[in-house]
């Protein structure tokens, strides 16, 4: 079985400031992705990131990048210069490459301070 | 419209109303999700169709029944639902679905609003 733990329930952070989300999973599948979510307060759940187990080269979308370190499990998300519009909650998933089935961790709320 | 939308965003219902949840996709997909998302709790997958078949059952009660007449329509029909059932409901799709795990890719899900749910 999947699981994904994020471990910070909340988070405060300077606008413009850089903030980083942990991510951490288990699983016994070779091949598999991890994601990461925005979902503001209106409920939409934005797809923001996306790593293959087997990239190499950590992902990275415009001021989202994921952190991958394989052997650690884990799949830290970064995002630099905060905006306002970042207040949001976050979620990090895997997916397996067989099924598509995703398993979602609990969330991280980012408050975005002017 | 583009992307995924739902309809309604916001439904209010007794224990013995029937209703029903809708999403459609603009983005060419062949498989569309349930989810549902409670309060304090982790996002749970409820159902799943890949070409208009149901591929993911995950143990979701009777109450809820989902239908999936076309790969770009999905409804989830409510009926005598319980006060526990109040969550928002997100609807998603994806390019494809692979049960045979002849990827090492996974796709990408995209999700709609949501419907958020009270049952009275």
């Known amino acids: 079985a999947q699981k994904i733990t994020q471990t910070q329930p909340g988070m405060f952070v300077q606008e413009k400031e850089a903030v980083t989300l942990d991510c951490t999973y288990d699983t016994s599948d070779q091949s598999y992705g991890l994601f990461w979510y925005k979902q503001p307060s209106s409920g939409e759940m934005i797809f923001l990131i996306y790593?293959?187990?087997?990239?190499?080269q950590n992902a990275t979308e415009g001021r989202y990048s994921l952190n991958f370190q394989k052997a650690r499990k884990s799949a830290n998300l970064v995002i630099s210069a905060s905006q306002l519009g970042d207040s949001a909650m976050y979620f990090c998933?895997?997916?397996?490459?067989?099924?598509?089935?995703?398993?979602f961790g609990g969330g991280t709320r980012v408050l975005v301070k002017p | 419209e583009t992307g995924v939308t739902q309809t309604p965003r916001h439904l209010v219902m007794g224990m013995t109303n029937k209703k029903s949840l809708k999403c459609e996709q603009h983005?060419?997909?062949?498989?569309m999700y349930w989810y549902k998302q409670s309060a304090k709790k982790p996002l749970e997958l409820m159902f799943v169709?890949?070409?208009?078949?149901?591929?993911e059952n995950n143990s979701v009660p009777s109450r809820f029944s989902p239908e999936c007449p076309n790969s770009s329509h999905l409804f989830l029909h409510l009926h005598t639902l319980q006060p526990e059932d109040s969550a928002l409901y997100l609807c998603a799709s994806s390019q494809g679905y692979s049960a045979s795990g002849d990827s090492l890719d996974t796709d990408t899900q995209y999700f709609g609003p949501g419907t958020r749910l009270t049952v009275l």
């Open positions: 169709y890949s070409l208009e078949e149901r591929v």
């Open positions: 790593q293959g187990s087997y990239d190499e």
């Open positions: 983005l060419g997909h062949n498989a």
């Open positions: 998933a895997m997916g397996k490459a067989a099924g598509n089935k995703l398993t």
